[in-house]
C-alpha cells in the first residue's frame, strides 16, 4: 500500500488547524499539525514532509522569512495562507519560493485542490541533474562559471549574464535532453505556473540563445519542441 502523502500545516490559529487537520485526513493524507516556525523547523526535521501548508501571520518568524529560509536549502512544496489577500502579498509570497498561495476565509475543498495540483506539477518535473555545487558547467563549447556567474567560450571570450539569464541557463543545464514546458520552466524560476498569456518565457529564451550565438531559425543548442516547449539537446559536463 501506498504511503499517504504528508501534509504539515503551520498555522498559530489552533481552530483553523484542527479543521484543516480534519478535513486532510479524511481525504487520505498524513498530517501534522505546528503553531509557529520552531515546530516547523521540528516536524521538518523528524521525517519526510511532502507539502507545507505556511500561514503569513505567525509569533516569531513570519511566513515569508520561514518560506525564504527553507528554500535555501529544501524544495518541498510550500501553499502560503493568510487572512490578507493583497495583490503585492501574493507577489512577495511567490517570489520567496512559495509554490501556491490561498486568502483566507476559503473553502477546505480549495485548499485541498490546490495541493493535489501543486503535488502533481512539482512530481511532472524531470529529474534534476545535481550541479548545485559546481564551480562549472561545461556544454556546446561553452563553460558556465558558476562562481563568477558568466560564459566563456572555447576561445576564452567572457560573455556576461543576467540574473534571469543565469538562473534560466542554471535550469536547462539541471535538465538535459529533457523536454521542459513553459509552466515547467515558470515554476523552477518563479515558483508559480504560468499564465496563457504570459510570454516572458518565450523571451528570456530567446535572449538565451543570443548570448550562446543559437541560430533562432534553427538552434540547436536550446531547441524549440512544437506545442511542448524547449529542450537543452547537448551532452552536459559538471565540474566540481
Known amino acids: 500500500m501506498d504511503t499517504p502523502d504528508h501534509i504539515l500545516i503551520v498555522d498559530d490559529d489552533a481552530e483553523i488547524r484542527t479543521l484543516l487537520g480534519e478535513y486532510l485526513r479524511k481525504n487520505g493524507y498524513q498530517v501534522s ?3 509557529d516556525g520552531k515546530a516547523m523547523w521540528a516536524a521538518h526535521t523528524r521525517g519526510k514532509v511532502d507539502l507545507i501548508v505556511l500561514d503569513l501571520m505567525l509569533p516569531g518568524d513570519d511566513g515569508l522569512t520561514l518560506c525564504r529560509k527553507l528554500r535555501a536549502d529544501s524544495d518541498t512544496p510550500v501553499i502560503m495562507l493568510t487572512a490578507r489577500g493583497e495583490e503585492t502579498d501574493r507577489i512577495v509570497g511567490l517570489e520567496m519560493g512559495a509554490d501556491d498561495y490561498i486568502a483566507k476565509p476559503f473553502n477546505p475543498r480549495e485548499l485541498l485542490a490546490r495541493i493535489k495540483s501543486v503535488l502533481r506539477r512539482t512530481r511532472s518535473l524531470p529529474r534534476n541533474l545535481q550541479t548545485d555545487d559546481a564551480r562549472g558547467i561545461k556544454f556546446a563549447g561553452w563553460r558556465l562559471d ?6 566563456v567560450s572555447a576561445e576564452g571570450v567572457v560573455t556576461s549574464l543576467s540574473g534571469n539569464e543565469y538562473q534560466l541557463l542554471r535550469i536547462f543545464l539541471s535538465h538535459p535532453n529533457h523536454v521542459l514546458t513553459r509552466d515547467q520552466l515558470m515554476l523552477l524560476a518563479k515558483g508559480r505556473e504560468a499564465d496563457p498569456l504570459d510570454r516572458s518565457i518565450d523571451i528570456q529564451v530567446s535572449r538565451l540563445r543570443q548570448r550562446l550565438g543559437d541560430d533562432p531559425t534553427n ?7 512544437r506545442g511542448e516547449g524547449y529542450v537543452l539537446a547537448v551532452a552536459v559536463e559538471v565540474e566540481q
Do not use: D, F, G
Open 219 to 225: 538552434p540547436q543548442v536550446i531547441k524549440t519542441v
Open 146 to 151: 558558476a562562481v563568477a556567474r558568466h560564459l
Open 33 to 35: 499539525l505546528v503553531a
